[in-house]
């Protein structure tokens, strides 16, 4: 800047310092560009005065330009949700493919074909992996875009959602994040007392105000106000809505739709608040109108105290500036002996020593050392809170003096011809830039939960300081309090406080020692200052909000940064995950966050955090009941290897539960709710998996062993109901027989048990076939019911010293079914094999059906989450009506090689198993829950061994 007339920026978009800065030809901050008062940047704007310049940079060499190639550099980590889903993958794909090569090896050493062994091989593999879980990702994570999208949160990345939930510092702007980026009055001073500046129409006229709008001094100094101040109520439509006039040719269709545009503007503004509506104007001004426009119509107060006109037809008045720091106003005045009034609004200090006498209560009374002090000490109190202070005062001119029509000489200060001494003082008015409304509260929540919340804003330390109080973020007396209160230094009080305020340049200072250290090295100073638990970070650039963030990211933090500015884009794209403001953010910083709050609601983030902690509890829950299930699936081939009974499980029936019966169980977690203490535990540390040793023994060794039982018990009911004993079924898989020939019956009185294929050679263990077809000796085809018409009690035979006996235990057959695939009774036959693997499967659905209920919850008993979950209730209807339709429609039978069994068989024996499971679970929710603790808030051995 090489010519400045009052000039004044709004630089906020860069700094986030909502005031307006003087632009002067001084270079007074040689070292930092920011701070200097003779540099005017692209993007900024210009909100008074005028000025000339020389550009001096261009493109990527201004600071916007470097802020976007900052932004455009930062690096970008992957999200914690990817990394847990990849290491889970990993682990399931190991695990699957060794146990598949395992036991395809086995199957050769025992005896099997290769197909067999394939077969088996594949079954393994497909019983390890979760095929839910895919889906369940998808779902869930889109689920909570659209619930948050309700809220006014959109979500760019879906992984984004669950980072939000792993969060455990937040860094946060402070203009338009935690504020409402809109100056407000806080705070009045008249009468002697300091009040709070609560607005008439946001709370509402049943709300306790602290001051009297009926009392003579409040009406005094909002007169003053409103008459010193130039900004109005903007009722213009916006220049969009007069889009639409440019397609019509018609003048007089123009001139009638304008009106009708006008029109539809001015209805539009009734429904707006006063502070929400648009203004023209100074932000100190603009506040002060918003404050007193629902007391009285501005209007009104300055039609009734107009501005004096003088025979020039110039106005008696004097414009603030930066030299003298007041405006002076005379309006016409009515008053004992006066004709007119001179008004005075500007920086307090200035106004109060033009003061000898103030108002209290109406009456006009000698400024004495008691006025003194208040004044001081009120003034001091305001200045700390970060506010932004105006003084007021008048002075009735005498008409002896200044009779009506006198002309009044306001070319400048040095001219005017009215005393500026012996005024009256009126009051004090202070001003800031207010937290939004629940800010407060969402901040408490964040802390409640864990979450650390640190400010990082371009403002000045003090104002920084002040709304972090207010808001929460800091609540013990900062490093600079203590300082002061027991006068020591501040590096002293920094070791001791809990809250410390870090200005740019200290952070510039602990750059500047990093230089020349090794990277393991770097970085301590704010390593320290980040381990407090109360933390402003004021006056800071836009690269060094990035190393703010690297740093939390260094000390183990997931890191969420909000901003609207241009400023915080890097920030926002360095995080873990980024947030910017839908209304007042900067496109640049929407383009660089992963999620955006549409309202500009704070509060929205807590709602997010929530949302991710419960899709990182529903993905667990999903992996555990796809894994409890697994165990089930995989058991089966294991006991067919080891013990050679006939297969419970078929390779079909194993996919018909992945990716049947268990598939929308699995993908009604995404429904679940949150658990009730979901918000006041801690975030999950970076070394907390989703899938743990805990969760694995709990899904494999607990629920998954409990849910093995559940599906063998029916299997073995029902090879005993079919004539199968228990023990007698074991190694039958391994065991050679003689195929009869067609026509043969069992009969227990005949030498060769009605078996007329198979005699006995002297010396020989192992009948022959009688017809001499080699392949008729063999092990009966239990899988692919090549031999569902042969009797097994006269297959299954045996040499012992040249006479035929039975190589397998029988008893009588206790339910008298026909298949209705062969036609034939079940007893003894292969066919018992489909009809005990369907009771095996249909037992899985009801231990599934029990298992969803309990996987509820993880810590609270089920009885408090109830079953609101539609959604579990449809999916667990859907796999019984699956089940029931894969046990009584014939064309399900010949597909899966499911059987119509009794109602007995559809797994009833295994409902014991199943209810142990859930009376399991809650006693060991019990335990964790009351179970003595070593102290308060620490983990008890239950908990710590058992809590997945």
Request: proline share 4%; aromatic share 10%.
């Amino acid at each position: 800047i090489i010519q400045s007339k009052e000039m004044k920026v709004d630089n906020s978009s860069l700094t986030g310092e909502s005031d307006p800065l003087l632009r002067t030809i001084e270079c007074t901050h040689p070292d930092n560009p920011l701070e200097t008062g003779n540099l005017a940047f692209f993007g900024t704007l210009c909100k008074e005065g005028e000025g000339v310049g020389i550009v001096i940079n261009i493109g990527d060499s201004t600071v916007i330009g470097q802020i976007a190639n900052l932004a455009a550099t930062a690096s970008t980590d992957v999200s914690p949700l990817r990394k847990e889903l990849d290491r889970f993958i990993s682990y399931v794909t190991y695990i699957s493919l060794f146990l598949g090569i395992l036991f395809f090896c086995l199957g050769f050493i025992i005896g099997y074909n290769a197909l067999t062994n394939f077969i088996f091989a594949i079954g393994i593999c497909v019983a390890n992996v979760p095929e839910a879980l895919l889906a369940t990702v998808t779902i869930a994570l889109t689920l909570t875009a659209k619930k948050l999208a309700t809220r006014k949160v959109l979500v760019r990345n879906l992984e984004s959602v669950e980072t939000l939930g792993s969060t455990t510092c937040i860094c946060s702007d402070k203009t338009g994040t935690l504020t409402q980026n809109i100056m407000t009055v806080q705070h009045l001073w008249f009468d002697d007392k300091l009040i709070r500046g609560d607005n008439k129409q946001l709370k509402g006229p049943n709300f306790s105000y602290e001051y009297d709008t009926e009392s003579v001094g409040f009406r005094y100094l909002q007169e003053c106000a409103v008459v010193c101040s130039e900004a109005f109520f903007n009722n213009a439509p916006p220049e969009s809505m007069y889009e639409r006039l440019k397609k019509i040719t018609d003048e007089h269709q123009k001139e009638a739709e304008k009106k009708k545009i006008e029109e539809e503007y001015a209805a539009h503004l009734k429904d707006i608040q006063w502070i929400r509506r648009p203004t023209v104007g100074d932000a100190s001004e603009t506040a002060l109108i918003k404050f007193f426009q629902p007391i009285e119509e501005i209007t009104t107060i300055r039609k009734r105290y107009p501005i004096k006109i003088n025979s020039d037809h110039s106005e008696s008045k004097i414009a603030f500036n930066s030299v003298n720091k007041f405006a002076i106003y005379i309006v016409e005045y009515k008053h004992t002996n006066s004709e007119y009034c001179l008004y005075i609004k500007g920086a307090p200090e200035r106004v109060w020593k033009m003061c000898d006498k103030i108002y209290d209560k109406g009456q006009m009374k000698t400024i004495d050392d008691h006025w003194r002090k208040q004044y001081d000490n009120v003034n001091l109190k305001l200045a700390k809170g970060g506010e932004r202070v105006l003084g007021f005062a008048k002075y009735h001119l005498p008409s002896s003096e200044y009779p009506k029509g006198f002309d009044f000489n306001c070319m400048n200060v040095e001219r005017i011809n009215v005393p500026l001494k012996g005024l009256a003082f009126l009051g004090l008015i202070s001003l800031i830039d207010p937290p939004r409304d629940n800010v407060p509260f969402s901040v408490l929540k964040c802390k409640a939960a864990g979450i650390k919340v640190i400010m990082v804003t371009g403002d000045q330390p003090v104002t920084a300081a002040a709304i972090a109080k207010q808001v929460n973020i800091i609540s013990d007396p900062t490093a600079l309090d203590i300082a002061e209160q027991e006068g020591i230094t501040v590096e002293q009080a920094m070791k001791r406080a809990n809250a410390i305020v870090i200005h740019g340049d200290q952070l510039a200072a602990a750059m500047r020692e990093d230089e020349g250290l090794p990277e393991s090295e770097r970085g301590r100073k704010l390593a320290q200052w980040l381990q407090k638990p109360q933390i402003v970070f004021a006056r800071t650039s836009p690269a060094q909000k990035l190393i703010i963030v690297a740093g939390c990211q260094k000390l183990g933090h997931v890191v969420a940064v909000t901003g609207d500015g241009v400023n915080d884009s890097p920030a926002i794209k360095k995080a873990d995950i980024g947030i910017a403001m839908g209304i007042t953010g900067s496109d640049v910083a929407k383009d660089a966050a992963d999620m955006v709050l549409l309202s500009d609601d704070f509060s929205a983030i807590i709602i997010g955090v929530e949302e991710g902690r419960k899709i990182f509890d529903n993905f667990k829950k999903t992996i555990i009941y796809c894994l409890s299930s697994n165990i089930a699936e995989m058991l089966p081939f294991v006991a067919f290897v080891v013990f050679q009974f006939p297969l419970p499980l078929s390779s079909v029936l194993v996919l018909c539960i992945d990716i049947g019966t268990d598939m929308l169980p699995s993908v009604s977690f995404c429904y679940e709710d949150g658990e009730l203490d979901i918000m006041t535990r801690n975030p999950r540390q970076k070394h907390d998996h989703m899938v743990t040793g805990r969760l694995l023994v709990f899904s494999y060794c607990q629920n998954g062993m409990l849910l093995s039982f559940c599906g063998f018990l029916p299997y073995f009911a029902v090879m005993y109901d079919f004539g199968f004993s228990f023990w007698g079924i074991f190694y039958t898989a391994q065991i050679k027989g003689v195929k009869p020939l067609e026509g043969d019956q069992f009969d227990e009185t005949l030498p060769n048990f009605g078996n007329s294929n198979a005699r006995c050679l002297p010396g020989s263990s192992t009948p022959i076939a009688v017809n001499g077809v080699a392949d008729d000796v063999r092990v009966p085809d239990w899988l692919y019911l090549q031999d569902k018409y042969e009797d097994l009690r006269m297959f299954y035979l045996k040499c012992e010293n040249g006479i035929l006996k039975r190589n397998i235990e029988t008893i009588a057959c206790r339910v008298p079914q026909i298949s209705q695939i062969s036609g034939l009774p079940v007893c003894y036959t292969t066919e018992t094999l489909k009809y005990a693997q369907s009771a095996f499967f249909y037992g899985c659905v009801w231990g599934q059906a029990i298992n969803c209920n309990l996987l509820k919850t993880r810590f609270v008993s089920i009885k408090y989450q109830g079953l609101n979950n539609l959604f579990m209730v449809f999916g667990m209807h859907f796999e019984i009506c699956l089940f029931l339709l894969s046990a009584y429609c014939y064309p399900f039978n010949l597909v899966l090689g499911t059987r119509d069994v009794v109602w007995y068989h559809l797994g009833i024996h295994g409902l014991p198993f199943a209810i142990l499971m859930m009376i399991h679970d809650e006693i060991r929710k019990y335990l964790i829950r009351e179970f003595p603790r070593p102290a308060p808030y620490k983990a008890n051995w239950l908990e710590r061994n058992s809590l997945w």
